[in-house]
Structure formats: structure tokens, C-alpha cells
């Protein structure tokens, strides 16, 4: 078996919450840029969705948000 390359872009923000807790959502992308807007929108429709999971406090914010983008070896070890 040879080794194996994937390729990986995902969306990575973090969700902050009014009882100060945070969370790190991924989402797989195809995008290399996300705009302003963009995030504004995903900040709206996260409101009403999205509770923390220490006391279930509402969301409050989008953190951060950054595009990850990298490609992962997975090398064969077997010997023949």
C-alpha cells in the first residue's frame, strides 16, 4: 500500500457565549476568503442556534474565524 495525501480547507471560528464560555466550530470549505459580510451573516443564523454547553447561556459572538488550509500525509509503515 503507498501513502497517502489529503487535502484539507476548513472554516475554523470560535463562538463565544454570555456566560463567558467559548466554542471551536469547524465546517469543511472549498473558499480561500470569507468576507465581512459573510461572517456577519453566519453570526446571525448562529444566534439562533447555538447554546453553551456549561449552562446553556445564549451566543453572544463569533471570536475569531480563520481559514485553515492543509494537506495531511499518511504514510504506509507496512513492511512487505
Known amino acids: 500500500m503507498a501513502d ?3 487535502h484539507i480547507r476548513e ?4 463562538a463565544g457565549f454570555t456566560d463567558g464560555d467559548d466554542r471551536t466550530i469547524s465546517y469543511p470549505t472549498t473558499k ?19 447554546v453553551g454547553d ?4 445564549p451566543f453572544k459572538e463569533i ?7 492543509q494537506t495531511v500525509t499518511y504514510l504506509d509503515l507496512t513492511t512487505v
Open 4 to 6: 497517502t495525501t489529503k
Open 11 to 14: 472554516i475554523k471560528f470560535v
Open 32 to 50: 480561500s476568503t470569507v468576507t465581512t459580510a459573510e461572517m456577519s451573516a453566519l453570526a446571525q443564523a448562529s444566534a439562533t442556534v447555538l
Open 54 to 57: 456549561k449552562a446553556g447561556a
Open 63 to 69: 471570536k475569531s474565524a480563520q481559514i485553515v488550509d
